[in-house]
């Protein structure tokens, strides 16, 4: 008998019930138990028949990056930006959109529509309206975007059966985008009232025959007695049938616009202060282990040419803040320091002045607030080097200083002085001593190693920056672009050696005596690979994993069933600084024609004479017309050296040097990425 009934109360999420009179009077109320929260006593389902309204209410992150913008604009200029006041006609914004420079833009950020805006090149409000309706799968899938982008470039006609087509469908170059178009198409066109074409679109959506059956025999008769054929009536049914499932709230997708405006807005006119207000949203739940959203944000300040200054005691505040047109880098974003920490030092240094010294920071601060784990961390991000002595000393010096800081708080706490104190109740200079151990500085090795841990990026230099041209010239790809490659596919990436952990098998395979493998991170400029390199191969190439070793490895994609994650399988390694002995298989040159003239093949033809070797050339050249020719270059045999590849790279520029190399044994080329079959070839001297 009870099987069935309801055993316990349950809170569903479903929305904010609205009405216009007190609730109890519609639905009975109860008190989440050890909650302040009032729920309905009905399911949501109940609460919908009975008339009610339920209204979502949607946190965005983004309001809060367009809130603090503003205030970071008030503290560096006086004046508080009105939003809403935002033009939106504005052509330099516009430009930003066009150009896919969407990082950090509301709902614009993903490569994807990153494409659309560049192919679009949106001019008007309504075109940044219609991406965020056009950018899903459905419309995607549909043609609708391509439809949309053709017309409005004029490469296409839109066509329309009816006025009422063409007016409804306008702003849209005659695609079907919105809910309330279809709508006002199934009212205007077919007479069916509003209500019933909201019922009708929802119907198409869910497949319900019998109501499509019966909305699309009212919608013919009205269509004709509006001027269609019986057959024109139902092909533009056969339209909303097919787009109607795709058909995105309009309203909805405007205030999303809205925002999207605003934010670039902001980006485009107050760059600084946006970036700033940008990497302070992204504090919370930082991954220290891979790339993550604040890095990213952090190079494109670096790309839009805005200075993120190291963290520093002494000029940071939690959040990311501006001052001299540079945003100083927040203290709660470093690992294991935290907003509590991080406000109790901007807190301090507010109150009384800048700290001294090493014993002076730990000296005045709280230990139960900023421990010693957030003081290495600090230490290790060189956000204590403007407190004198090198990263190492700093580092050694932490626990004698915060033993002297705990007895000075102590004596604080408890109302006694030091025989030495000064009127002012600062301790005198002998009662702190500022002196550090006298211990060698941090390697730069161990410096940015350091920097990495606690920040997520190399502040001063990557240990690979001096090898980019190299690792361009020769890797099939990066970590970045691993998720696209399939399981198996083979590649060749260089990187660092990190986290390296070794361990055994619990026996050899069959015809092995090894057992021992290893298994570490890879990691270049854009992130880290986990990888594994198994007991064959490790007795080979062993010696080059080395931790924070720079090595070019070659191997292929695992991933294992029902996963993402994307693990690298070693099979060759060599460390960077052979890279000049692997034997070449062939180069390749890309000429882009509008950014290489006739001045740089003559330069290119000079430079090939000068290095004359037996490793073939090819030539890759891209044409303005989106032609792609490859040329083999057969009477240009050149030598691979270190002096060719600099030549080669500061005269064609990045991206259009790739060399196919030989690794222990197995040719593996890295091959420039493919456009659009090419129209013509030809063979050359």
């Given at each position: 008998?009870?099987?069935?009934?309801?055993?316990?109360?349950?809170?569903?999420?479903?929305?904010?019930?609205?009405?216009?009179?007190?609730?109890?009077?519609?639905?009975?109320?109860?008190?989440?138990?050890?909650?302040?929260?009032?729920?309905?006593?009905?399911?949501?389902?109940?609460?919908?028949?009975?008339?009610?309204?339920?209204?979502?209410?949607?946190?965005?992150?983004?309001?809060?990056?367009?809130?603090?913008?503003?205030?970071?604009?008030?503290?560096?200029?006086?004046?508080?930006?009105?939003?809403?006041?935002?033009?939106?006609?504005?052509?330099?914004?516009?430009?930003?959109?066009?150009?896919?420079?969407?990082?950090?833009?509301?709902?614009?950020?993903?490569?994807?529509?990153?494409?659309?805006?560049?192919?679009?090149?949106?001019?008007?409000?309504?075109?940044?309206?219609?991406?965020?309706?056009?950018?899903?799968?459905?419309?995607?899938?549909?043609?609708?975007?391509?439809?949309?982008?053709?017309?409005?470039?004029?490469?296409?006609?839109?066509?329309?059966?009816?006025?009422?087509?063409?007016?409804?469908?306008?702003?849209?170059?005659?695609?079907?985008?919105?809910?309330?178009?279809?709508?006002?198409?199934?009212?205007?066109?077919?007479?069916?009232?509003?209500?019933?074409?909201?019922?009708?679109?929802?119907?198409?959506?869910?497949?319900?025959?019998?109501?499509?059956?019966?909305?699309?025999?009212?919608?013919?008769?009205?269509?004709?007695?509006?001027?269609?054929?019986?057959?024109?009536?139902?092909?533009?049914?056969?339209?909303?049938?097919?787009?109607?499932?795709?058909?995105?709230?309009?309203s909805h997708s405007t205030a999303y616009a809205l925002l999207a405006w605003q934010t670039a807005y902001l980006k485009t006119h107050h760059a600084t202060e946006f970036m700033a207000a940008l990497l302070s949203g992204d504090i919370t739940g930082r991954n220290f282990k891979k790339k993550d959203a604040l890095v990213e944000h952090i190079e494109d300040c670096r790309r839009m040419g805005i200075e993120v200054a190291p963290p520093d005691v002494n000029a940071s505040a939690a959040d990311f803040t501006v001052a001299d047109g540079r945003i100083l880098f927040g203290l709660s974003a470093i690992k294991g320091c935290g907003a509590q920490a991080a406000e109790a030092i901007?807190?301090?240094?507010?109150?009384?002045?800048?700290?001294?010294?090493?014993?002076?920071?730990?000296?005045?601060?709280?230990?139960?607030?900023?421990?010693?784990?957030?003081?290495?961390?600090?230490?290790?991000?060189?956000?204590?080097?403007?407190?004198?002595?090198?990263r190492g000393q700093l580092l050694a010096g932490i626990e004698r200083a915060m033993a002297a800081g705990a007895s000075q708080l102590a004596d604080r706490k408890s109302g006694q002085k030091s025989l030495f104190d000064t009127a002012d109740d600062e301790p005198a200079a002998e009662e702190v001593p500022s002196g550090l151990p006298d211990v060698p500085p941090l390697a730069d090795i161990d410096m940015r190693s350091g920097e990495k841990e606690v920040l997520g990026y190399y502040v001063h230099s990557h240990p690979l920056a001096e090898h980019q041209q190299l690792l361009e010239a020769i890797c099939t790809h990066g970590t970045a672009g691993l998720s696209g490659v399939p399981a198996k596919g083979e590649v060749v990436i260089g990187g660092l050696v990190a986290a390296l952990k070794l361990s055994n098998t619990k026996q050899p395979r069959p015809g092995s005596t090894h057992t021992r493998y290893g298994m570490f991170d890879l990691e270049d400029m854009d992130g880290l690979v986990r990888s594994i390199c198994w007991p064959e191969d490790f007795a080979r190439l062993g010696e080059h994993l080395e931790p924070d070793a720079v090595v070019i490895v070659a191997g292929s994609i695992d991933r294992r069933a029902g996963s993402e994650e994307t693990n690298l399988i070693v099979n060759e390694a060599v460390p960077i600084a052979r890279a000049w002995e692997l034997p070449a298989k062939h180069l390749t040159l890309k000429i882009v024609e509008g950014r290489h003239d006739e001045q740089t093949?003559?330069?290119?033809?000079?430079?090939?004479?000068?290095?004359?070797?037996?490793?073939?050339?090819?030539?890759?050249?891209?044409?303005?017309?989106?032609?792609?020719?490859?040329?083999?270059?057969?009477?240009?045999?050149?030598?691979?050296?270190?002096?060719?590849?600099?030549?080669?790279?500061?005269?064609?520029?990045?991206?259009?040097?790739?060399?196919?190399?030989?690794?222990?044994?197995?040719?593996?080329?890295?091959?420039?990425?493919?456009?659009?079959?090419?129209?013509?070839a030809m063979a050359a001297g």
């Open positions: 008998r009870i099987e069935g009934l309801a055993r316990n109360v349950g809170t569903h999420a479903a929305a904010v019930v609205i009405a216009d009179r007190p609730l109890v009077e519609y639905v009975p109320l109860c008190r989440v138990t050890g909650k302040e929260e009032v729920i309905t006593q009905w399911a949501m389902g109940d609460v919908e028949r009975a008339g009610l309204m339920k209204m979502d209410f949607l946190g965005l992150r983004y309001l809060t990056v367009v809130a603090k913008t503003l205030d970071i604009i008030k503290a560096t200029t006086g004046t508080r930006p009105d939003p809403f006041a935002f033009p939106l006609d504005d052509e330099a914004t516009f430009a930003t959109l066009c150009r896919g420079e969407t990082k950090g833009i509301f709902q614009l950020e993903s490569g994807g529509i990153r494409d659309l805006l560049q192919r679009m090149k949106p001019d008007q409000f309504l075109d940044i309206v219609a991406v965020n309706a056009l950018y899903r799968p459905g419309p995607l899938e549909g043609g609708m975007v391509d439809e949309y982008v053709n017309v409005k470039h004029g490469r296409k006609r839109p066509e329309f059966l009816h006025p009422v087509m063409e007016e409804v469908l306008g702003e849209t170059h005659g695609v079907m985008v919105y809910q309330e178009q279809v709508m006002r198409i199934l009212e205007r066109l077919g007479g069916i009232e509003l209500s019933s074409a909201y019922t009708c679109i929802k119907a198409i959506s869910k497949k319900k025959l019998e109501i499509i059956a019966a909305f699309r025999e009212q919608f013919v008769s009205g269509a004709q007695a509006k001027g269609l054929t019986k057959q024109q009536a139902a092909e533009v049914f056969a339209l909303i049938e097919k787009f109607a499932g795709y058909g995105f709230n309009k901007q807190a301090e240094r507010e109150k009384a002045g800048p700290f001294r010294d090493l014993h002076d920071f730990c000296g005045r601060l709280d230990p139960s607030l900023v421990n010693k784990t957030a003081i290495e961390n600090l230490a290790k991000a060189g956000a204590l080097d403007s407190l004198g002595g090198h093949l003559d330069r290119l033809a000079a430079i090939l004479t000068e290095h004359p070797g037996k490793v073939p050339l090819r030539l890759v050249i891209d044409t303005t017309d989106g032609m792609r020719v490859l040329m083999e270059a057969d009477r240009h045999a050149i030598a691979w050296s270190p002096g060719l590849a600099a030549a080669l790279g500061d005269l064609l520029g990045p991206g259009c040097l790739r060399a196919g190399l030989s690794l222990g044994g197995r040719r593996r080329e890295s091959q420039p990425r493919r456009s659009p079959p090419a129209r013509a």
